[in-house]
């Protein structure tokens, strides 16, 4: 038990050791961002390229009314209801069509997921709690453009919300086709900041920048085509050469046993 508890602590202490030298390499917010990002408010949009869209609010009550102006309750003691979220989105012109049914909790403060599917991004700004933004969408020079500019924000008092000032707001795009260009850009040293995972773009601001309506504006092109398009023609493409192969190989062998006969 001793040698097995001996080899544990061991194992703490070189993983401590290899996330110190990490961090000492790239940097905290490097590190916080390999590990995940934890948003205070989060616009999370998964794009189709027909325009099509799912979009999910990840977000703390607290930020939903500071930024959103919807009448909710902040308070993480009482009763969560999330017909009452529901009804709030509804009652500002959103589609919803689900909301969590348990909420997270989150420096004394509680956190729900909204999501919403759209006909059209475009269509978004219908929505009262996603009308900051104006959203645009189309072909541009052979490329899907995409633009969302964010405007500002309810406004409301933060009344009794501990927030400390280093919190932050994301603005996340999934994208189904390789991206051509972006203007995302690291929120400290303003670098060009790569697609996460090949074709995800995340657009950041400081919450005290986004309660003042600091702005932000989110611009993007990719293909036309989808990876999956793509993908599904590679494939095709290979299973005819491969039948294409087999079938010279048949014909051949056939040839080849006829001369021998």
């Known amino acids: 038990m001793r040698c097995f508890e001996s080899r544990r602590a061991r194992r703490a202490v070189v993983i401590t050791f290899l996330v110190c030298l990490v961090a000492s390499t790239w940097g905290c917010r490097k590190v916080s961002r390999l590990l995940g990002r ?7 949009i998964t794009l189709a390229v027909d325009g099509s869209a799912t979009i999910n609010v990840n977000a703390s009550l607290a930020s939903l009314v500071v930024l959103r102006g919807l009448p909710l309750e902040m308070n993480p003691r ?33 956190f729900v997921q909204i999501r919403m599917d759209l006909a059209n991004i475009t269509d978004a700004a219908k929505c009262g709690v996603l009308a900051w ?19 500002m924000p309810a406004g409301l008092e933060a009344k009794g919300i501990n927030w400390k000032g280093t919190e932050l ?33 995340t ?33 095709a493409g290979a299973m005819f050469a491969a039948v294409a192969v087999m079938g010279g190989l048949v014909v051949w062998t056939m040839r080849r046993g006829r001369r021998t006969a």
Request: proline share 5%; net charge neutral; glycine share 6%.
């Open 133 to 151: 933004s104006t959203y645009s969408f189309g072909e541009q020079d052979g490329r899907l453009a995409y633009r969302q500019a964010v405007g």
């Open 78 to 110: 009482t009763k969560f209801e999330p017909d009452k979220v529901r009804a709030a989105f509804e009652a500002a012109g959103c589609t919803v069509t689900r909301v969590s049914s348990t909420p997270w909790i989150r420096e004394g403060r509680r």
């Open 203 to 235: 657009w950041e601001q400081w919450l005290k920048d986004r309660r003042i309506g600091t702005p932000l504006v989110m611009e993007m092109t990719m293909e036309r085509n989808s990876i999956l398009y793509r993908t599904m023609w590679l494939f």
């Open 169 to 201: 707001v994301g603005f996340k795009l999934h994208l189904p086709s390789k991206i051509q260009s972006h203007n995302v850009r690291d929120i400290d040293t303003h670098d060009v900041v790569p697609p996460e995972r090949g074709n995800i773009l």
């Open 38 to 44: 934890e948003y205070e408010y989060e616009e999370d």
